[in-house]
């Protein structure tokens, strides 16, 4: 396995720039099935996680072609099987997305369960009920969920939590279902928005992507389209803190700005300067941090995904910092990692007390998911002496070209390559 190699203590100076969303983009992968005619994409990004996603589909049927360096071009003229192995599902979670696609194209769907995962139980129980409103029969055996339905017929639906990937399961199955679909108590991330701008350019109509209430009315087919994936506001996150953690100064010349509001308004309420740049951001961090208060929450709240980064950074801040993931139950897995690194984090359920230190110092560490990997990193830029982090298929898995991109500005990281895998 891969290894990164990282001498910390360089202030990262320089521009960068974002690839597109990962989580924008595996929904989006799975909306092809919708449709007999081709769909281009652009601004894909190349990533493990998107690797697999193309793995999936193909074994439904579902051709592909890069087109370039991030355009993708998808045809699913006909569908050859409707089910989505357990290997797959396993490897990446956001494979059940495909459920309601498959569903509403093919009539049928066999979808692994994914089971449990690094960051805690992650239940189906939405994406299932969802659909089964919409009137399919499903059941579970031997470990897939098998779906059939004459043609799905739109309901109201509520969902008990705001779930991402059961908004994006139901809009799909919805968006070919006869008559009108209500999600109610949807998700409002940018990822769902960004699906639902694929879909209506395929034909579907949708209305209220973004608020809490979504509104599908079906229609009998969709057609190809083309469509450009949204910048990832995660990478731009995950690297506003590499500034800020180096005490460096970064433009990120094409942040989705709108989108970052509460990671902003942490940020700045702990030390660090943000300014509006061309249409991008500009992030600088100079002196000590400053400790905050900060709890994980659906969108517009400050995401889960960019918490593990928050804690690197709060592991260096002058004063003691409270941080309360409310999304998953399991998420602090890189806290002992960054206490190997000479932090002094306390995790008490599903709080974690920050106590900032002045210096962290390079160790070797290995994470259990893609964003404890980041947080990982994160505290290894700003190390003493030497950060080995193991297990980079992780970090792979989404995000592009990371040593690249934190290399071209100042970072001293490198790969060391595991040959033997090959
Ligand atoms: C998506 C993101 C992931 C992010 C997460 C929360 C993708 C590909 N992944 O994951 O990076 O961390 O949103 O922002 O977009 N839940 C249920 N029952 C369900 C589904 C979810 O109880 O049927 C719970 C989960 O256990 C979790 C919460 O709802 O506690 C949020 O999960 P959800 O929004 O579904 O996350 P994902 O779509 O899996």
Redesign the pocket.
């Known amino acids: 396995m891969d290894e990164l190699i990282i001498h910390g203590g360089r202030p990262l100076r320089g521009t960068i720039v974002l690839s597109g969303s990962k989580?924008a983009t595996?929904p989006i992968l799975m909306a092809s099935v919708l449709t007999a005619e081709p769909v281009m994409l652009s601004n894909v990004p190349r990533l493990g996680d998107v690797r697999t996603a193309l793995a999936l589909l193909g074994t439904l049927g579902v051709e592909h072609e890069w087109l370039g360096e991030h355009e993708l071009r998808l045809c699913a003229a006909r569908i050859l099987s409707h089910e989505a192995p357990y290997d797959l599902v396993k490897t990446m979670?956001?494979s059940f997305v495909v459920l309601g696609p498959l569903l509403a194209r093919a009539r049928k769907a066999r979808v692994a369960t994914p089971g449990g995962c690094a960051i805690?139980?992650?239940?189906?129980?939405?994406?299932v009920s969802g659909v089964r409103a919409l009137g399919a029969r499903i059941q579970l055996r031997h470990g897939y969920f098998e779906a059939r339905a004459e043609r799905l017929t739109g309901a109201r639906i509520w969902l008990d939590?705001p779930?991402?990937?059961?908004t994006e399961n139901i809009m799909m199955a919805g968006a070919l279902a006869r008559g009108r679909t209500v999600i109610e108590n949807a998700?409002r991330?940018p990822?769902v928005c960004d699906l639902a701008a694929m879909l209506t350019a395929m034909g579907a109509q949708i209305y209220g992507a973004g608020t809490h209430v979504i509104e599908i009315e079906g229609v009998e087919r969709l057609h190809g389209a083309q469509h450009r994936i949204i910048a990832d506001r995660i990478e731009a996150g995950s690297m506003m803190a590499a500034a800020a953690i180096t005490g460096g100064e970064v433009s990120i010349s094409n942040a989705p700005v709108e989108q970052l509001e509460a990671v902003i308004a942490k940020l700045k309420e702990a030390g660090v300067e943000i300014s509006s740049e061309n249409g991008g951001l500009r992030v600088a961090a100079r002196g000590q941090l400053r400790p905050v208060e900060l709890r994980t929450l659906?969108y517009p709240g400050f995401?889960?995904?960019l918490q593990a980064q928050m804690m690197a950074l709060l592991a260096r801040a002058r004063g003691t910092s409270v941080i309360n993931e409310t999304?998953?139950e399991n998420r602090f897995m890189h806290a002992p990692e960054l206490c190997r690194m000479g932090a002094d984090i306390l995790v008490k359920g599903a709080t974690a007390i920050v106590r900032g230190v002045a210096q962290l110092s390079g160790a070797q560490v290995m994470a259990t998911d893609l964003r404890a990997s980041m947080g990982l990193v994160l505290a290894g830029l700003a190390a003493e002496n030497e950060t080995q982090v193991s297990r980079v298929y992780h970090l792979d898995r989404g995000y592009e070209a990371l040593e690249r991109k934190l290399a071209a500005v100042g970072a001293q990281i490198e790969r060391l390559k595991d040959d033997s895998a090959e």
Not at 120 to 127: E, F, I, K, S, T
Not at 163 to 166: F, N, T
């Open positions: 989580n595996l979670r956001a805690g139980a992650r239940p189906v129980n939405l994406h939590s779930s991402v990937g059961a998700a991330e990822e659906p995401p889960t995904d999304v998953f």
